[in-house]
């Protein structure tokens, strides 16, 4: 088993990617007791190399894996990218590119929502993991063959299954439908954590104008925490403790100590008196320079006659083209294009319009119909 311990070997081994057209990649890190993922485990592999890098081994430089990963010639396979690539953020300053994520490619090549590592592996190469070592201590040393070889199985099935993949995508016509994803997926933004945005984390859809000043300053400052201290922003304090807090604006250690979501004492703490000076600065933010928190302004729920006809006619396009449904429509498009047919929703655009929007819309206006043609759902003009 090919583990890299030191730079030297991490160069020599980084020297055999150079000029291979894609290498695969996976990570195994823990992150349960901290703000900032620990990462324990790199591995890597191309047509005819493979190896476990250890990022904990004393001096280790990533900089050769690092420049690979930044080579826009080399494509860089992984599944379900979304957290690896996170870490890679913080390693790089930007996401690796260009970026294939064989989770959004299955789902383009009909293999079902967010299909998972196994199931697609056995689908595609028929290949038993055996998933013993999946929930185990990583930043642990020694590490067993067992665990070694799980995580290098990771990366040589990935290895043989993105060309089968690939070759798909190519035949049905997809690829675009995945470089989209892609798109978004490298998109700097999505890997941000800056405190002053961690708001937009909340979900505020019933929090009153009044209190959106201080729910801003108490995600801002438990955002700091949490990054300082490297810690979950849970352990700092709750989603529902800032809600609460936003509401009763307290502005002394006695009212903050009435505040039910928080452990007794907080008040006393240097906890109780940074919470103290958000909502102050929160609340003294003018109503005019405060962002606007978008409302369903119909104030009803969507028809959910008209929500349940378009996943409907989502799950048959689909069946038709033999996509996930999860790719083409969120529930949110859903509900947006039952509320207006014209709403600005991306089933509504590109490939997913040809794909659910265009018939959505058609079923909508009663251009289309539906019946049932030997047992199967078929869209009718009318």
Known sequence: MNVIETTPELRSFCDTLRGQPFVTVDTEFMREKTYWPILCLIQVAASDAEAIIDPLADGIDLAPLLDILGDESVIKVFHAARQDVEIFVQLMGRPPTPLFDTQVAAMACGFGDQVGYEP??????????????????????????????YALSDVTHLRDAYPILARKLDKDGRREWVAEEMAALVDPALYRTEPDEAWRRLKLRNVRPAEIGAVMKLAEWREREAQTRDVPRGRIVKDEAIFEIARMKPQSTEELARARSLPNGTERSKFGAAILSAVKDGSAIPRDDLPRIERNPNRAPPPPDVVDMLKVVLKRQCERHDVAPRLVASAADLEAMALDPQADIPARKGWRREVFGEPAEKVMRGEIGMRLVSGKLELVEI
Do not use: H, N, V, Y
């Open 120 to 149: 697609l592996m056995r689908a595609l190469l028929g290949a038993k993991i055996d998933k013993g070592s999946r929930f185990t201590d990583w930043s642990r040393r020694p590490l067993s063959e067992k665990q070694l070889a």
